[in-house]
T-cell receptor
């Protein structure tokens, strides 16, 4: 299973864009990149996922490099409620297995 | 409202006393999983189920059992709990592979 590498922590000012990087250099061609976040000790919350193309939804944008070895999650206008641990996950094809790393702790400050 | 419901939310028990943590989803999802979360180790998959009567081991299955008799329910059973099973447990479900997973609110288990 492909592993991911993320920075341990990041800060972002409220209202600014938060750009969270993730490296997944051993990703296979049929593996998707998923992003989840966990606020305090609540259940992880799905944010977005993608295979090759960039994706956008109401929460965030996902930029995947052409070689698929890295990606960036963008929260366009971070709020205090976006303070959480963000997990970049490579999902094994045809199973529901999610391999969580230790994630990036994002702190949004006023 | 679409949701995954776990019960109980908090549980303190003694070593060796069998317990069951229930998980139910109302979204008609095929896939269900159990994870445990420990400080410094992240979330690790215990067991998963791709359909009714189909279950398989995840990364840390020792000391746990599961069953999937109905699509909506996926209970986690600890036949003889031990202190090293003290953890935060999450149940998750998803419609198919590669679709978003919905997580329950967690069960904080303490075994003394």
């Amino acid at each position: 299973d492909a592993k991911t590498t993320q920075p341990t922590s990041m800060d972002c000012a409220e209202g600014r864009a938060a750009n969270l990087p993730c490296n997944h250099s051993t990703i296979s061609g049929n593996e998707y990149v998923y992003w989840y976040r966990q606020i305090h000790s609540q259940g992880p919350q799905y944010i977005i996922h993608g295979l090759k193309n960039n994706e956008t939804n109401e929460m965030a944008s996902l930029i995947i490099t052409e070689d698929r070895k890295s990606s960036t999650l963008i929260l366009p206008h971070a709020t205090l409620r976006d303070t959480a641990v963000y997990y970049c996950i490579v999902r094994v094809y045809n199973t529901d297995k999610l391999i969580f790393g230790t994630g990036t702790r994002l702190q949004v400050f006023p | 409202e679409a949701q995954v419901t776990q019960n109980p939310r908090y549980l303190i028990t003694v070593t060796g006393k069998k317990l069951t943590v229930t998980c139910s989803q109302n979204m008609n999802h095929e896939y269900m999983s159990w994870y445990r979360q420990d400080p410094g180790l992240g979330l690790r998959q215990i067991y998963y189920s791709m359909n009714v009567e189909v279950t398989d081991k995840g990364d840390v299955p020792e000391g746990y059992k599961v069953s999937r008799k109905e699509k909506r329910n996926f209970p986690l059973i600890l036949e003889s709990p031990s202190p090293n099973q003290t953890s935060l447990y999450f149940c998750a479900s998803s419609l198919w592979s590669n679709t978003e997973a919905f997580f329950g609110q967690g069960t904080r288990l303490t075994v003394v």
